[in-house]
């Protein structure tokens, strides 16, 4: 676990439908202190899911009031039941959250920039496109949305960007061009994206396609997106006769930590690798949803991050846990 992590009491002040099925909250500390934190940002939060308490982790949206936390969730059905934890919140509950971190560095040196979100990955880009403006550096962004009712704070953006602000509602036939946008920005360019895996991964290609360095494509993804569908599946563990079942709203994570096998993790988004563990077969397909690994490094399919990834059908590991002998 993160050491520097510290954990704080918020009351729930406001809560609004931003679209149909994106849901803003704004936190305000009980302590009355929110740090100075880096647009990109997210922070833990505990939420009741079935009775019990777990964590979720969501991207801090840019906000013009400095003595709160503004988040936004987005309703997952195929999720592991954050989303659903969180929209039976009303104004005036109280709850526990981490203080704000980013993995998403963002180089401030460069004088283009293009910023990409893809639905709900819209929260963390918010906070950078401000930022930029504020700096009065150049920053176009793309939006892309099944449709202009999915744009959550599209006002907010087009009054901030004006035609800055590029939407892509593939309803209406405009679905963003990847290999285009990519090779009409300037040498030197950073690209900024955050949205589900398949975007990233076809980010990724185009990037690379227009010849750029792959450091200058920084990004993030939400870890209940996956090239495959959430199913429930099982793990096997080398060397001992277990064999867990991951259901459909959980983490393997969760599963191995509930079991006994102690799998340490930090960021638990798919972004920092501390949980990766070790494949030792794969009867089925393997889901990997960080953005830890490399492409090739998925192929080999010898790691995986429990926090996100799942499988079909049974995965055999080894986490490396060995229990202490109960005499010596």
Excluded at 187 to 215: H, K, Q, S, T, Y
């Amino acid at each position: 676990m993160r050491f520097t992590e510290q954990w704080s009491w918020c009351t729930v002040e406001t809560i609004r439908d931003v679209t149909a099925t994106i849901r803003e909250f704004r936190l305000r500390p009980e302590n009355g202190f929110v740090p100075p934190y880096p647009p990109g940002s997210h922070i833990g939060v505990s939420v009741m899911i079935d009775g019990q308490p777990a964590r979720r982790s969501y991207s801090l949206v840019e906000n013009d009031d400095d003595g709160t936390y503004r988040i936004a969730v987005r309703l997952a059905p195929d999720g592991r039941g954050g989303s659903r934890g969180m929209w039976q919140l009303k104004p005036g509950d109280r709850i526990e959250i981490s203080n704000p971190t980013s993995l998403l560095e963002i180089d401030w040196s460069r004088r283009t920039y293009c910023l990409i979100a893809g639905g709900i990955g819209i929260t963390p880009i918010s906070g950078i496109a401000a930022a930029l403006r504020r700096r009065n550096i150049d920053a176009t962004l793309h939006y892309a949305v099944k449709s202009r009712g999915d744009a959550a704070f599209h006002d907010e953006l087009s009054a901030l960007l004006g035609d800055r602000l590029a939407m892509h509602a593939s309803d209406e036939g405009a679905r963003l061009d990847l290999d285009a946008t990519f090779r009409a920005l300037p040498d030197g360019a950073i690209a900024v994206m955050c949205g589900p895996m398949r975007m990233l991964e076809a980010a990724r290609r185009a990037w690379n396609d227009a010849g750029r360095a792959p450091a200058d494509l920084r990004y993030e993804t939400f870890g209940s997106s996956g090239l495959m569908p959430t199913e429930e599946f099982r793990v096997r563990v080398k060397d001992t006769a277990t064999e867990l079942v991951v259901p459909q709203g959980s983490s393997m994570l969760d599963a191995l930590n509930n079991a006994g096998f102690e799998v340490i993790s930090d960021c638990q988004r798919g972004e920092c690798g501390v949980c990766a563990v070790d494949i030792i077969t794969i009867d089925g397909e393997i889901d990997h949803r960080d953005v830890f690994f490399s492409n090739a490094q998925k192929k080999e399919n010898r790691k995986i991050c429990p926090c996100v990834s799942r499988a079909i059908g049974v995965v055999t590991i080894d986490t490396l846990y060995r229990p202490e002998a109960a005499h010596r």
